[in-house]
């Protein structure tokens, strides 16, 4: 099983310990799943630890090098434009698409709306347990 998570679900499952989030993150290395990753969103979650949490460049560096021990990283080619109210949401799809994703998970209700693209289901962490 391929798996994308977005930018505000890696930052919840790494930042918060026995989040909901994080939870889901060990179930999905427990199961084996895939879970991929694109330097976009590695740049969006590096951006977001330092402007709203502050962290150092040191921790900044620590948190992505555990990222990448767990993630692999794909590099998108195709290029959408589906999320129109904010279309930084699209590199979650682009990656997704590129890893020949089943799920993403995410928080963001632009993505969320979607509820499926292609054949890639767009759901919540607490609604992926039901889905297994």
Known sequence: M???LDTNTIL????WNNSEAQKLLFHLININAHLYISMPIIIEYQKVMQRDFKFTEQEIIEATTKILKI???VTPKE???IIKNDDTDNKIIECA???NAQYIISYDKHLLKLKKFRNIE???PKE???KR
């Open 2 to 4: 391929n798996v994308v």
């Open 12 to 15: 919840s499952a790494t930042l």
């Open 71 to 73: 993630f692999q990283m």
């Open 79 to 81: 290029k959408v434009d």
């Open 97 to 99: 698409i590129c890893a």
């Open 122 to 124: 767009i759901v919540l």
């Open 128 to 130: 992926f347990p039901k």
